[in-house]
Structure formats: structure tokens, C-alpha cells
């Protein structure tokens, strides 16, 4: 299971993006919409697991 997968900040995972919600500290607004990329979810050591 990928890392974006298990975060609790994600809201959907796109193709691409991974919408994510406020509190992410790796987040950008794209058109209205939090997201960040799959590639900074791999890496990012700020992941909290889903509980």
C-alpha cells in the first residue's frame, strides 16, 4: 500500500493529484482545490496514518 493511500489528510486520489485536506503540510490550491502530487506523498515524513 503506497504512502498516500495510508495518509489521514487525503480526501480522493486522483490520476495524478492527491486532494488532500487543510491541515497538509505539503499542500498547494490548484483551481479552488488543495492538492499535492502522488511523488511528495512518497516521500513526505509528515504522514499521519489513518486511524
Known sequence: MKN???C???KTIGQIA???EPNCPHSHLL???LVTSKQTC???KNCKKRE
Open 4 to 6: 498516500y493511500e495510508k
Open 8 to 10: 489521514r489528510y487525503v
Open 18 to 20: 492527491v486532494y488532500v
Open 31 to 33: 483551481k479552488g482545490q
Open 42 to 44: 512518497e516521500k513526505c
